[in-house]
């Protein structure tokens, strides 16, 4: 691990011991672990490329996204998280490294209702720099399991909970995008992420976003939230696509005014995975204390 990336996540070390400090002060808060993300807080927890967030309410025991494999199950336990008792699973989005531990799941968790996007199962591939074209869509052989609930544009989970997709492209959407395919018709065709869905929790007067990726534009899904609410959430949790998987960012400019424009809804912004360690550092330049990183073993309270 370079010095620079070993310094940074030492601090992120710190910052989680503090917050576990205080959790016992904090009980009927929001309670939210992060299961898997792209790097972790110690080497007892393993980490993918792939994101898996736990989220307890006062009524409800939430899943957002499984990774890219049984990973999440493994550092569950470790955070004293029992999948066997979640009542809900959102799937963000069809590929791999958000629903690859949903086989893992349904062989635990035979009680929750599974909501997946009914575009999710499609057939997406992503541009490899040397490997060329690679699935990396969902297991089709999961499609008929009886606990999935299929969605589309907006969806009330609960009072209190909802999802929404079917995001309008006010703002173009993020550059590391590209290399991201589907099939259509036969044909290989630019991914339009239809089947991309983003989870709202509101409780005790606060609203929280959950976002996958946020292929759609951080920006763009945000200003659907405002278009649903007439108000913008508390809190932001998420993925916003800053960096490729197979290499490169967003232009650092855009990067900047997708900062500024994040200050300025006054949330509170919690981010990791494909935002992407080297634009999370920028956010953070222009963002201060409005923005922090989520590990893999993190746990925060809201």
Same mark, same amino acid.
Not at 16 to 44: C, G, H, P, S, Y
Not at 115 to 139: C, K, N, P, W
């Given at each position: ?20 400090? !205080? ?5 009927? #808060? ?13 080497? #007892? ?19 957002? #996204?499984?990774?890219? &494999? ?9 955070? #004293?998280?029992?999948? $066997? ?6 799937? &963000? ?8 531990? @949903?086989?893992? !799941? ?31 869509? @969902? ?10 609930? @299929? ?6 989970? &609960?009072?209190?909970?909802?999802? !929404?997709?079917?995001? $309008?492209? =006010? ?10 395919? =589907? ?24 609203? @929280? ?16 939230? +405002? &278009? ?14 800053? $960096? ?25 912004? +919690? ?8 634009? +999370? ?22």
């Amino acid at each position: 691990m370079p010095y620079t990336l070993r310094k940074w996540m030492t601090a992120r070390c710190r910052c989680f011991t503090r917050q576990i400090d !205080f959790l016992d002060d904090k009980a009927e #808060d929001m309670l939210i672990k992060t299961l898997v993300e792209n790097t972790t807080i110690a080497e #007892d927890f393993g980490c993918e490329h792939g994101l898996s967030l736990y989220i307890e309410t006062k009524t409800n025991k939430i899943l957002f #996204d499984v990774g890219a &494999s049984e990973l999440f199950l493994r550092n569950a336990k470790k955070l #004293d998280v029992n999948i $066997a008792e979640i009542d809900f699973l959102v799937i &963000s989005h069809g590929h791999y490294d958000h629903g690859g531990g @949903l086989k893992t !799941f349904f062989a635990e968790n035979t009680k929750a209702q599974v909501f997946i996007h009914e575009l999710a199962f499609g057939r997406y591939y992503a541009v490899r720099a040397h490997d060329g074209i690679e699935y990396i869509g @969902l297991d089709d052989a999961l499609r008929q399991n009886k606990q999935i609930v @299929l969605t589309t544009d907006s969806f009330l989970i &609960s009072d209190g909970m909802q999802i !929404f997709s079917n995001v $309008a492209q =006010k703002e173009p959407r993020p550059q590391s995008n590209r290399g991201l395919l =589907k099939e259509q018709q036969g044909e290989m065709v630019a991914d339009t992420f239809d089947h991309e869905q983003n989870l709202i929790i509101e409780e005790e007067g606060k609203s @929280l976003l959950i976002t996958g990726c946020a292929h759609n534009g951080i920006i763009n899904i945000l200003e659907h939230f +405002y &278009s649903i609410k007439g108000r913008r959430p508390d809190y932001v949790i998420g993925g916003f696509h800053l $960096a490729g998987h197979s290499g490169g960012s967003e232009d650092l400019a855009m990067i900047d005014r997708i900062g500024k424009y994040l200050l300025g809804t006054r949330a509170k912004f +919690y981010t990791g995975h494909c935002t992407g360690i080297e634009p +999370y550092n920028r956010l953070k330049a222009v963002m201060g204390d409005r923005i922090d990183y989520l590990s893999t073993g993190s746990v925060i309270t809201i």
